[in-house]
């Protein structure tokens, strides 16, 4: 998620040597090795985080609110549970993913959520199911674009476009351009592309923080390109390792009330 990016060891690796070919061109082969590392480390280890999302819009009063996520993995990838305000969402990332949601006011049991429903907005932020999910990091087409620099930091860039029956949704979305941290092997920048690769929606890692013997994300910054609207997502308590029961995260399960680690 957004929430804890990857695993993360308290003494970063050394950057390795630019992934270009003798010509200047992107290693494809290096690419396609640097992605499966990211996709094996996202969310490798069971977490506990509490956060606080803070709505500043251009103009008028900011809102805040306070939410809970536990992570852990199965066999189809990283799985995510979310609460929020009075609602809990269930979220699987990788492959194939999907999501639920069941609300406390309710009480009708856990809903499906489908591909279009992705993207409305949780606890009237700009973080979305979508957000927490990054299915983009799974998707098929995606081309390794080379390495750059965003705020002085080595990144690998990929592009990503999305999957037919996700398209079909949500055709205002054309492709999503995403940056890997070289040194961290975290999601460090993630653009929504829409017609034209106008930049209509930025996802950016602000820091890092310890928690034991790792390093998790410290916040993230979402901003709404046309509205200048942005929402920043603060991790206050963060625990890393500490496993949690394969029922947690189940559909059927989201009305019960797990406690801390």
């Known amino acids: ?134 299915p983009f990091l799974f998707w098929d087409d995606c081309v390794y674009e080379g390495p750059s620099r965003v705020s002085g930091r080595m990144v690998e860039t990929f592009l990503a476009k999305p999957p037919p029956e996700f398209a079909a949704q949500h055709p205002e979305l054309t492709a999503i351009r995403f940056r890997i941290d070289r040194t961290y092997h975290a999601l460090l920048l993630a653009e929504h592309l829409g017609k034209g690769s106008v930049v209509t929606k930025t996802f950016r890692l602000i820091g890092l923080k310890r928690a034991g013997d790792r390093y998790t994300m410290k916040a993230v910054e979402i901003r709404d390109e046309a509205t200048r609207r942005k929402t920043r997502l603060t991790v206050g308590e963060a625990q890393i390792g500490v496993p949690w029961p394969v029922t947690m995260f189940s559909p059927d399960q989201l009305a019960t009330k797990p406690g801390k680690p």
Not at 35 to 53: I, P
């Open 1 to 134: 998620m957004v929430c804890v990016p990857a695993r993360l060891r308290a003494e970063p690796k050394r950057p390795r040597p630019t992934a270009q070919s003798a010509e200047g061109i992107p290693d494809k082969t290096e690419g396609a090795e640097i992605l499966r590392q990211m996709r094996r480390t996202f969310l490798a280890e069971d977490a506990y985080l509490e956060f606080e999302l803070k709505v500043m819009p251009r103009r008028g009063d900011e809102t805040r609110s306070e939410g809970r996520l536990w992570s852990s993995r199965n066999g189809e990838g990283p799985m995510m549970r979310l609460h929020l305000d009075d609602a809990t969402f269930l979220v699987q990332s990788g492959p194939r993913p999907m999501a639920w949601r069941w609300s406390d006011r309710e009480r009708s049991g856990a809903t499906t959520l489908d591909i279009s429903r992705w993207f409305a907005p949780l606890a009237e932020s700009d973080l979305s199911v979508f957000d927490v999910q990054m």
